[in-house]
């Protein structure tokens, strides 16, 4: 239909940066799926999704020979007042997006209200595999007082307003400012690309191994990394606005694990006292048995362990 907000959405997600060229989106260097913004029907808006996670699903299967590495959808769009019992088959695509490795993330109202209360699709739709997103102004960094709420649903804010980003002027490619929650969402959205892209093999193997658990590992970590912000406390899940810088700094610090075969590595204090300190290596992530024995062969304590997937593997026992 014309309209230059796609553009500007892509711009903030993957505008390729360090080419003295107007501007540089979250991820420098990044491949975008573009799904038509001209969509109005929820049948279209459904059937662009489910093609998403058809070529996901085919990447995982192949091994990456086919299909497409998609990570996160972003939504820059949506119905102002919509409840998730009035969109059931949008609501439920998120989870079959999740299943497949895409976390999504969606905007809400560019209005002050609750959408818990009001409502707003599909920031509301409750998936654990969608993120909330609502409107930080960049200067004051507080929520822009045209920007939805929601204790439950939004998760965190990022900045929207006046952001710089890719646009037209007539027909023509230009740069423009762009604001509300659709200038914060692909923020998030492009910070989840981001920390994908990561030199971290394990986070790596498991996007293919373990999708599912993969999304939701990101999306822990970076809603964990959020930064505090008062004007976001008490009506997001975090209280806080994104800071992608923490969010590395928490892929960075997780991506210490490793596998290989199982044994003990170290053993810390010895001789130990009232606290033991163990590291170890597993060769896959299941659960362990640990037990502590004395010199007599006696059985002084037992425990089910879980090995860390992307951390250090230490076991602590206090007692």
């Not at 970076?222 to 892929?251: C, F, H, M």
């Amino acid at each position: 239909n014309g309209s230059p907000h796609g553009t500007s959405v892509c711009g903030i997600v993957g505008a390729r940066g360090h080419n003295n060229l107007g501007v540089a989106g979250v991820n420098w260097n990044v491949q975008m799926m573009v799904m038509t913004h001209a969509a109005i029907d929820e049948s279209e808006i459904i059937a662009a999704y489910y093609y998403v996670a058809k070529q996901r699903r085919r990447y995982n299967e192949t091994n990456g020979a086919d299909g497409a590495f998609v990570v996160a959808s972003n939504a820059s769009f949506g119905i102002d007042n919509g409840k998730p019992a009035q969109h059931p088959l949008w609501c439920a695509v998120y989870d079959s997006l999740g299943k497949v490795g895409v976390l999504n993330i969606g905007a809400t109202a560019n209005a002050n209200v609750n959408v818990e209360v009001v409502g707003d699709i599909p920031s509301t739709c409750g998936s654990a595999y969608l993120v909330g997103v609502t409107n930080v102004n960049a200067n004051s960094d507080q929520k822009s007082l045209n920007a939805g709420y929601g204790a439950v649903s939004i998760d965190l804010g990022a900045p929207g307003d006046g952001s710089f980003t890719t646009g037209k002027s007539g027909n023509n490619p230009s740069y423009v400012t762009f604001s509300g929650t659709s200038g914060a969402t692909p923020h998030v959205t492009g910070a989840v690309a981001l920390l994908y892209s990561m030199d971290c093999p394990t986070l790596a193997s498991d996007a293919l191994t373990n999708p599912a658990n993969c999304a939701l590992r990101f999306k822990e970590l970076l809603l964990k990394s959020a930064q505090p912000n008062s004007s976001l406390e008490g009506i997001t899940v975090t209280g806080g606005r994104l800071d992608v810088a923490a969010a590395v700094d928490s892929v960075r610090a997780d991506c210490g694990g490793s596998s290989g075969p199982l044994a003990i590595q170290r053993i810390q204090p010895n001789p130990v006292y009232d606290v033991l300190e163990v590291r170890y290596e597993t060769p896959n992530f299941k659960p362990y048995q640990f037990r502590v024995f004395n010199m007599l062969g006696q059985l002084l304590f037992e425990d089910e362990i879980l090995p860390e997937e992307y951390g250090e593997k230490i076991y602590r026992w206090d007692d």
